[in-house]
T-cell receptor, first 117, second 113 residues
């Protein structure tokens, strides 16, 4: 079974509008972390936001917020006020377990976002 | 503060050759992880090093190996290159053993011909 599922292969969004990128995950470990990364065409993976499984509040970083619904095992990324520079691939990733897992990340297939002017 | 540096950025190799890629993590970061990204398989974890010890290994053949030096710099080596090894190889560094952030370099794009 897929550990991280991103069901939207691609989407268009109008500049200045908000967009939600879906991510569902599968783990039986009670301790895990969820990450979102942005990958522009240059190839570099840019860290956006992190949510720990025990965090009580949804994570926010500037225009990025993570809608964490633990019971549904979803961790959707919301980008508010989209900008042309937000056009990129977006990846959801998970780190499972405590020390044993180290920093191993499992990635979803990604969602390509194109912001229209 | 310098980010994660990967060298070289681009590489073309012939099938059967071997290649070594380098990754210098952010200063003070002790964990280095390597990933392979291909259009078909997406992003796949190769291995992770922490304080010169391999802590995790992905499901890749033994042709893929790595190491980490005392200054936390890491290298990965691929021997007997195959066409399917053509990929973007990304390195990530984290400050501690179970980081809440992993910072990636720009990657090395390897093309095997």
């Amino acid at each position: 079974a897929q550990k991280i599922t991103q069901t939207q292969p691609g989407m268009f969004v109008q500049e200045k509008e908000a967009v939600t990128l879906d991510c569902t995950y599968d783990t039986s470990d009670p301790s895990y972390g969820l990450f979102w990364y942005k990958q522009p065409s240059s190839g570099e993976m840019i860290f956006l936001i992190y949510q720990g499984s025990y965090d009580q509040q949804n994570a926010t970083e500037g225009r990025y917020s993570l809608n964490f619904q633990k019971a549904r095992k979803s961790a959707n990324l919301v980008i508010s006020a989209s900008q042309l520079g937000d056009s990129a691939m977006y990846f959801c990733a998970m780190r499972e377990g405590l020390k044993a897992a180290g920093n191993k990340l499992t990635f979803g297939g990604g969602t390509r976002v194109l912001v229209k002017p | 503060k310098a980010g994660v540096t990967q060298t070289p950025r681009y590489l073309i190799k012939t099938r059967g050759q071997q290649v070594t890629l380098s990754c210098s993590p952010i200063s003070g970061h002790r964990s280095v992880s390597w990933y392979q990204q291909t259009p078909g398989q997406g992003l796949q974890f190769l291995f992770e090093y922490f304080s010169e010890t391999q802590r995790n290994k992905g499901n890749f053949p033994g042709r893929f190996s790595g190491r980490q030096f005392s200054n936390s710099r890491s290298e990965m080596n691929v021997s007997t290159l195959e066409l399917g090894d053509s990929a973007l190889y990304l390195c990530a560094s984290s400050i501690r053993a179970e980081g809440t952030e992993a910072f990636f370099g720009q990657g090395t794009r390897l093309t095997v011909v």
